[in-house]
């Protein structure tokens, strides 16, 4: 079986405990959702189980093209992975390892929305549009989106992470903090 990882970053060989934040290597058998993960730092999904499919949702008006596109990144693969534990995330299957995992094949993938439309154009994954959202689901989403993102996460992803806090202030300009 193959197994994905997504990243940004170009010049990965191996998948290191070392550099874990958990000490753990994850790796996922969904190439869908290493594309999620290696496209963007920001993540807004849901999985659905009798599809098993992952769902990747927009969050603003042209959020996908404001999130995406234009955003190079790499998939990386191996088959060898040694021994693992299974993770489950909301019915989306992944794998973890305690040990370090070599990495076989590397995809440059130069736009991230180009290759999240053309996956959702075969039927891989499953995009909800704010445009076909209703009004409620639209109030939903924001006031989802407020509750999650406190004032203190916000300036948390302000100051750890200031070019999250940038994309998310772009996506939703009302959430911006002094």
Request: aromatic share 14%; net charge negative.
């Amino acid at each position: 079986m193959k197994y994905y990882h997504g990243s940004p970053n170009g010049n990965l060989t191996e998948l290191t405990v070392e550099k874990s934040n958990d000490g753990y290597v994850y790796l996922t058998p969904d190439y869908s959702a290493a594309v999620m993960y290696g496209a963007c730092s920001l993540r807004f999904w849901n999985f659905h189980v009798e599809k098993k499919k992952l769902i990747i949702r927009e969050i603003a008006k042209d959020g996908f093209k404001t999130m995406y596109k234009g955003v190079p990144f790499y998939i990386y693969s191996t088959d060898d992975i040694g021994e693992f534990e299974e993770s489950d995330v909301k019915g989306r299957k992944a794998v973890r390892m305690k040990h370090d995992v070599k990495l076989k094949e590397k995809e440059f993938v130069p736009d991230a929305y180009e290759k999240i439309m053309e996956l959702y154009n075969k039927g891989e994954l499953i995009l909800w549009f704010w445009d076909e959202y209703t009004d409620e689901e639209r109030e939903r989403c924001v006031n989802g989106m407020h509750k999650t993102f406190t004032k203190e996460i916000m300036q948390d992803e302000k100051t750890r992470f200031p070019d999250e806090y940038e994309l998310l202030i772009k996506l939703r300009p009302e959430m911006k903090i002094d």
